[in-house]
């Protein structure tokens, strides 16, 4: 479960076209969480600021979605979700 108390917004764009939102939002845990269409993607790693989220089903479905972030951009995703 997770509570949905925004914390940032981040912004999809291509070029200069926004094409979506995503919310960082805070688990029950604590921790925060990526919510994007529908699905909640964790914080796997970040380096050189960008940060890379992964599907939070991953372990559990072997779900390979995941999105890129950097400066509160979605700069690569793969949303493709096999749940």
């Known amino acids: 479960m997770f509570r949905l108390c925004s914390i940032d917004v981040i912004v999809l764009i291509d070029r200069e076209n926004i094409l979506g939102y995503a919310q960082i939002i805070r ?3 604590g921790k925060p969480l990526l919510y994007y269409d529908g699905y909640t993607f964790y914080n796997k790693s970040t380096n050189n600021f960008r940060t890379r989220w992964i599907c939070s089903t991953h ?3 072997k779900c390979r979605a995941a999105i890129y972030t950097m400066d509160s951009r979605i700069v690569k995703k793969n949303t493709v ?3």
């Open 81 to 83: 979700h096999n749940h």
């Open 59 to 61: 372990h559990r479905k």
């Open 27 to 29: 688990s029950m845990q």
